[in-house]
């Protein structure tokens, strides 16, 4: 099993800036990839950002360039930067983390953190 507990989320106005922070419960260093999901009221969940083990990132177009993904391995946390936060990145921010054990995958995830942008 592995817990992920999501922190740092709030209310802020448009164009300001928030970072999101996930502590997972066990090394994260060989995790196979670590994202950030969203998902906003009558909306389905989606991927937001992502890392992998070794360091690739990917984006979405809708928040390439003002999202950021890092990691820091020591402290097994997981960072999501965000500038320029505008209202429709209002929703509830879900941390994940994807494993490869005994050759299937594994999906975990943290109970979410709320983000409101308001305008």
């Known amino acids: 099993q592995v817990q992920l507990v999501e922190s740092g989320g709030g209310l802020v106005q448009a164009g300001g800036s928030l970072r999101l922070s996930c502590v997972v419960s066990?090394?994260?260093?060989?995790?196979?990839?670590m994202g950030w999901y969203r998902q906003a009221p009558g909306k389905q969940r989606e991927l937001v950002a992502r890392?992998?083990?070794?360091?690739?990132?990917n984006y979405p177009d809708s928040v390439k360039g003002r999202f950021t993904i890092s990691r820091d391995n020591a402290k097994n946390t997981v960072y999501l930067q965000m500038n320029s936060l505008k209202p429709e990145d209002t929703a509830v921010y879900y941390c994940?983390?994807?494993?490869?054990?005994?050759?299937?995958?594994?999906?975990?995830w943290g109970r979410g953190t709320q983000v409101t942008v308001s305008s």
């Open positions: 890392i992998t083990s070794g360091g690739v990132t």
């Open positions: 994940n983390a994807h494993l490869i054990q005994v050759l299937q995958p594994y999906d975990y």
């Open positions: 066990r090394s994260i260093s060989s995790i196979s990839a």
